[in-house]
């Protein structure tokens, strides 16, 4: 299975009330060929990071996006795995 790595900020606060106030965020996808999302996380301005996958699939702030990427235009935010690895400890 082939996997690509994408790092793509969000502008916009959630209008969640438990998570609006943490601020604008970073999410960093894992997808395999296909641009189905394997992992994901997303990083808030305040520091505050939620980690997704098929262990831990929601919680009360958030969860593994079900809607795969276009990978065409998510090009443009690719990332290494490294990267990835990195924000996902």
């Given at each position: 299975?082939?996997?690509?790595?994408?790092?793509?900020?969000?502008?916009?606060?959630?209008?969640?009330?438990?998570?609006?106030?943490?601020?604008?965020?970073?999410?960093?996808?894992?997808?395999?060929?296909?641009?189905?999302?394997?992992?994901?996380?997303?990083?808030?301005?305040?520091?505050?990071?939620?980690?997704?996958d098929e262990q831990n699939l929601e919680d009360q702030f958030g969860a593994l996006s079900g809607v795969s990427l276009d990978l065409v235009e998510f090009n443009e935010f690719k990332i290494s795995k490294d990267e990835f690895e990195k924000e996902w400890i």
């Open positions: 299975m082939e996997t690509f790595y994408f790092k793509r900020l969000w502008e916009e606060t959630t209008g969640d009330p438990l998570t609006d106030s943490w601020g604008t965020s970073t999410f960093f996808f894992e997808t395999n060929q296909y641009g189905d999302v394997l992992r994901q996380i997303q990083l808030y301005e305040n520091g505050k990071k939620l980690r997704y």
